[in-house]
């Protein structure tokens, strides 16, 4: 079993920082791609990021483009998410998500197995 916990999320304004975290447990967390999801309210959840298992390869939306950056700590079985220059726009529950395989679609839920249990940010504009 895998347990994922996330954390950094809070209010800021717009403009500002922020770097979630996801500490996972439970196996051999370099097997694992990772991705981070959002879900703000009323709106599908949809993925902003996920990387492989070495850190090699990476995947962004289009709207996070330029403004976010996953990374990937195996040592310390650790997820990160950077995010700069948020927008009011950013403002969800975002959650790490963990997946044997590395896909040529890693935005998809469906391939992820295992699930953080969310960290809301919140930007104000």
């Known amino acids: 079993q895998v347990q994922l916990v996330e954390s950094g999320g809070g209010l800021v304004q717009a403009g500002d920082s922020l770097r979630l975290t996801c500490v996972v447990s439970?196996?051999?967390?370099?097997?694992?791609?990772m991705g981070w999801f959002r879900q703000a309210p009323g709106k599908e959840r949809e993925c902003v990021g996920a990387?492989?298992?070495?850190?090699?390869?990476?995947y962004y939306v289009d709207s996070v483009k330029g403004r976010f950056a996953i990374s990937r700590d195996n040592a310390k079985n650790t997820g990160y998410l950077q995010m700069n220059s948020l927008k009011s726009e950013d403002t969800a529950v975002y959650y790490c998500?963990?997946?044997?395989?590395?896909?040529?679609?890693?935005?998809?839920?469906?391939?992820?197995?295992?699930w953080g249990q969310g960290t809301q940010v919140t930007v104000s504009s």
């Open positions: 439970g196996r051999t967390f370099g097997r694992y791609a």
């Open positions: 998500a963990a997946s044997p395989e590395w896909s040529s679609a890693p935005y998809m839920t469906e391939i992820y197995g295992y």
């Open positions: 990387i492989n298992w070495s850190g090699g390869s990476t």
